[in-house]
């Protein structure tokens, strides 16, 4: 198979997806909106829930999806195996998409957001006793590193381009680049590993707030280890979605890969969590909570259904079941987080919570940005491999295009 | 003096011995605790002043000028059951010009209050009673062929203090009520630049007056004065801050129609139309005619007099809004009820998931069924 | 395969080990300075008034929060909120009701102050909490934190700003004593040194066992608070409105994960060390000076 990376050449808006335009400026009102008369008239966040969707899926869902550059960069670079490298730049393109939107969608959710510069600029006035700046800090970072990681892409394009002032500084910056890009893969190791642990010891500090069925000391750890399960889950995800939309079979043998992969990351993950809820003595709280209960279980069995798809040969083989194990995995991963942040959390009687309706248009509306974002890269930059189809046994024409 | 409204003693006289209204030394004293105390001033200034009104040391010279009234203010400083209160009132001060009580009349009246301005120029304290119309050059009023601004204007330049006694002085009153045809002001639209004392009421509490001009006289300055020129101790509250029926308001308890059960319990007025909330005055803790009357404490609303905004502008029955909102009597409870969950949300979020959720598991079957099984990664 | 599989292992190890939290044990709590000042407030002695509820008004400068009752309007926090620092709440429990006045407890150890990015929320001399809007970036953070729930938000302004009682420190830095503890017309709240205030408390328990709850909240819970509140007996903490706590303070489980696993920033150099070693050992592997992120070192994918 020839499998050079290239610019796809389909349409991004077409009837199928120009909903997703409309929902993105539909959100740009509605945030403009909420800039212009604050965040209670249009979410349905309060003092007691002072956190609702923006950072429970916005920022703490959205950067855990965004971790397939992560996952992958482990498997192919810190275990060398090298045959996933094909799918490492569009990974990296969901993952730079994902966190630059988490970045937009804290500056919407904060209501003092034109002091946000002071949280970097202003070292001497860090406190480093919260969880949260270094989460700040660190998903900051990672961003630049994102799309210095992502820049080779479009620093060939204008190198090989027709000579300009672009052309010249893509010659001069890439090969520099391409010295220093092993330091910066390593930081977008090191990184991730750091933030996405920490947003679990976020909660930390919620004693008595957060349910003991999510509140624990491994926080940051059941963090991290389902961050990269739900990160396999989205290359999984993205990269059968994104061979569809080419017409083409997904790339079978790496993502059986993959998916072999996520299964023992989400067996650690299980044998992690179930073990902490046995050591704290919290199995029979699991079982008796009522809506807690509820929430736990439909947490626990998404990821178990994920894995028992996911340990078997033959289901890894299918590529429907393994869509649908990836979808399971992300599942527990997304309600994870959601029940660790929002419905385990209770401030004390009388205080509810459910996101409003324009508070809900925005995060659709994100999302919606994101995927048409993706297109947008894709069908000018060199990330996907094989374009038009020459791989075998793979229907090519429109009428089998899915999408 | 050229002429003797009443039989008032002068300082001259009164050192002769010669003093027909003689009062008993406690009751004289009490009253001027009572002024003394309505000003803010401690029981030793009450003594002071008796001590100097004993000695004649008093007796501001005052030149009181009517205009567009119904001589209720003046009324208000003489009808009192202790007819000896009033002539009190006459002997700590001299009143040197007062159209109700002059027995002079005509070219001698007039020339009694150029006399009267001259003698004590500068230092005179003006009180006026009315308002003063200023329409079509201000013909509404004239005594003695001026008209009522020409006179003001005239009287106010010497003067050492104004005061302007009564919602009419004070601004405009029932004059002044809509259309307003004659134009009627009260004494700051006519005179400007310099500081006006009103005591606004309809009739004022004559305590409110009695304070204010002895402090001057003693202390030679006003009280403290608010933004409209009200003394403070006695304008600086609303009636509602301080009115014995205001637990009944706390509780919820109020009349609803004159005569009913609750108005006849004393319950609070408010639903009937009291401008109590909205009205700045004392007669709460003041009273009128030293006989602990005043109209709440009759069972009849505050029709706010003392109140521009008020008077003769708002119906009896109409409520106010209440400028110092405070607690009611009722409390929060240990946990308070936030807000509520919008269905629409829930509706629209539940069935976006579950499309979602059911879109993707059909889409991974028919993924199965249209690719079938692929080689193992291994193969 | 074999080499890399230890190399993983080895990686792994020895970021686990710098992730996990120091087996040293928790942090210790904070201690309150020897200046410390504090309210002491006791609900067998209020009479519910709300004298304290009007004064914070005026002292703060915060509107009323109107309400209409039977026709007319009142001032009626439901409870505390972005323009009221201080509530009295009616509690009820076994027949019998009492009252309790609701605000910031100004904790020894506060868990706003742990958490607040760039110190907007910081202690002050006495011991006080104090706010500075001009570091706050409105991630309401505190609001997640305080076990009491007291920071509010000013979600209808779109300047919003954290509102909570700083104890009146506008008023004690010129010597004088917050607004509440001044009106209260009972001295059922009171101002004064936080250690003369518990030994009060403590005299009040042994002389008039009977009377009150046998307990001070504040004393230890959340390893202490400023604000030292007395029940009367029959009700306890739980039924006047404040949350079930214990003596920890409420930043010591995230200070101590947090630090046991970025102390002196040792743990991610470290890691990042490891990766770089073997991401460097990878590419030596797979020959060339060419870059992991260039090619395919693997060789199962071929390029045109």
Partial sequence: ??????????????????????????????????????????????????????????????????????????????????????????AVVTSALGYSLAGVSIVIDVGRYWNLWKVVVWPGRWNLNSVLLEVALCVMAYVVVLWIELSPAFLERWEAGPPSARQRFAAAVRPRLEKILLWIIVLGLLLPTMHQSSLGSVMLIAVGKLDPLWHTPLLPLLFLVSC?????????????????????????????GLSRAAAWVTGVYLALRLGDLVGRGQLGHAFTAGRLTFFWLVETLAFAAGLALL??????????????????????????????????????????????VPELLITVGIVSLEILLYMVIVTRLPILAGVTGDAPGAPTTAAADPR | MSFDPLPLSTSQETAAGDTPHRMDRRRFLKILMTAAAAVGLSSTTALRWAEAAAAGKLKPSVIWLHFQECTGCTESLLRTSHPDIARLIL?????????????????????????????????????????????DGGIYCMIGGRTAREMLEETARDAGAIIAIGSCASFGGLPAADPNPTGAVGVGGVVTGRPVV?????????????????????????????????????????????????????????????????????????????KGPMTHANCSTQHFGETNAWPIGIGHPCIGCTEQALLWRTSVVETVEIEHPTPPDTYPPAHAEHGGVSPAATGLAGLAAGALLGAGAAYARRLDRELGEEPDEEA | MGMDRRTFLATLGSGAAALLPAAAGAREAAAPAPDAVGMLYDSTRCIGCRACVTACRRANGLPPEPRRLDGAVYDAPDDLSDRTKTVIRLARHDGGTAFCKAQCMHCVDPGCVSVC???????????????????????????VACPFDVPRFQWDDPTPLIVKCE?????????????????????????????????????????????????????????????????????????????????????????????????????????????????WRNRRATGGDRDPGDDDPGGEVNHE
Avoid at chain 2, 96 to 113: F, I, N, P, R, V
């Fill in chain 2, 198 to 274: 009103t005591i606004p009421g309809c009739p004022p509490n004559p305590y409110n007056f009695l304070g204010t001009v002895l402090q001057y006289v003693t202390m030679g300055r006003l009280p403290e004065l608010d933004a409209l020129g009200r003394p403070r101790f006695a304008y600086g509250r609303t009636i509602h801050e301080h009115c014995p029926r205001r637990p009944h308001f706390d509780a919820g308890h109020f009349a609803e129609h004159y005569g009913d059960a609750a108005h006849r319990e004393g319950a609070c007025l408010y639903r009937l139309g009291c």
């Fill in chain 2, 91 to 135: 002997e700590l001060v001299s009143l040197d010009y007062h159209e109700t009580l002059l027995a002079a009349a005509g070219h001698q009246a007039e020339q009694a209050l150029r006399d009267a301005m001259a003698a004590r120029k500068g230092e005179y304290v003006l009180v006026v009673e009315g308002a003063i119309p200023t329409k």
């Fill in chain 1, 228 to 256: 990269v399960a739900m990160g396999y889950g989205v290359v999984v995800l993205e990269a059968t979605l994104s061979a569809r939309w080419l017409g083409r079979r997904p790339e079978g043998v790496l993502l059986q």
């Fill in chain 3, 117 to 143: 990015m760039i110190g907007a929320l910081h202690k002050i001399a006495g011991g006080i909490v104090a706010y500075d809007k001009d570091r706050c970036i409105g991630c309401r953070y505190c609001q």
């Fill in chain 1, 1 to 90: 198979m020839s499998e050079t990376a290239r610019p796809v050449s389909r349409p991004v808006l077409t009837p199928r997806t120009r909903p997703l335009l409309i929902l993105a400026l539909l959100a740009g009102a509605l945030a403009l909106w909420r800039f212009l008369a604050g965040l209670g008239p249009v979410t349905g966040m309060s003092d007691g829930y002072p956190w609702g969707i923006w950072i429970a899926w916005d920022v703490v869902v959205g950067t855990a999806l965004a971790c397939g550059g992560y996952a992958v960069a482990i498997l192919c670079y810190v275990l060398n195996r090298g045959r996933y490298h094909p799918l490492v730049r569009s």
């Fill in chain 3, 167 to 279: 104890m009146c420190r506008h008023l004690i830095a010129r010597g004088g004593q917050p607004a509440c503890t001044a009106v209260c017309p009972r001295q059922a709240v009171v101002y004064g040194k936080r250690d003369a205030l518990l030994a009060d408390a403590r005299e009040r328990l042994a002389r008039h066992p009977d009377r009150y709850h046998p307990d001070i909240l504040g004393d230890t819970e959340v390893g202490g608070t400023h604000v030292l509140v007395l029940a009367p007996a029959g009700f306890t903490f739980q039924d006047l409105g404040y949350p079930a706590l214990d003596d920890r303070p409420v930043p010591q489980l995230s200070e101590t994960v947090q630090h046991g696993i970025y102390k002196g920033f040792v743990a991610p150099v470290v890691l990042y060390g490891v990766l770089a070693g073997v991401l």
């Fill in chain 1, 311 to 356: 340990a078997s040969r033959r289901q890894r083989r299918r590529p429907g079941r393994r869509l649908l194990a990836a979808g399971l995995v992300l599942l527990g991963g997304i309600l994870y987080r959601f029940d660790t942040y929002l419905v385990g959390f209770s401030p004390g009687p009388g205080w509810h919570y459910f996101p409003t």
